[in-house]
């Protein structure tokens, strides 16, 4: 992937989901107290959609956590030997059978398609499908942890930020305050 048309202030993870910008210096980031709400309010929205990229992340690794056992089930069904097993007929009515063994099976694809495929051909297909699913199971719980750790560094961002403004404001309030009557100051315990 090549970074031409990318700014370099900023990195993504190798899925595209960006870093969050680490204060180090407040002065980096707000210049005066007046852009200190629209710093506040921009670190915000970035960890709201850290948050929306969090919960679809955690939604496809709870489908794929139920997918891999489906997958590696039908891999484990032993193809050479009868197979026993119980199947419905209705709510209330079920039924033994032994079913031989086959050359072919029956696999789902999605969207209400069936296709049947030699055993050879489907446990290559299977494997495959089980590896992706690995794959992507790995990269979503990486993918987690990037983004836990993105919103910590987003909420203490704008915690630097508050703080930095609340001793500007502080810093402010003494300078102008200095100048007043020393009667009206307030002490810190009210």
Sequence with gaps: ?????????????????????????????????????????????????????EANTQRRSMGLK?????????????????????????????????????????????????LSYPIPEAETLLESKLAVAQTNMSNCEEDLDFLREQVTTLEVATARVYNWDVTQKRKQKAETGDEGDEDTKISPNG
């Design 1 to 53: 992937m090549s970074d031409t048309g990318k700014s370099q202030d900023a990195p993504t993870n190798p899925r595209g989901i960006p870093h969050a910008p680490f204060v180090d210096k407040v002065e980096d980031y707000v210049s005066s107290r007046e852009e200190v709400e629209a710093t506040l309010k921009s670190f915000q929205e970035m960890i709201s959609k850290y948050q929306f990229m």
């Design 66 to 114: 139920e997918k891999i056992p489906d997958i590696q089930k039908t891999l484990d069904t032993p193809d050479s030997a009868p197979i026993a097993t119980t199947f419905e007929l209705n709510d209330t009515l079920y039924a033994r059978a032994l079913i031989p063994p086959t050359s072919d099976v029956f696999l789902w694809l999605g969207a209400n398609v069936m």
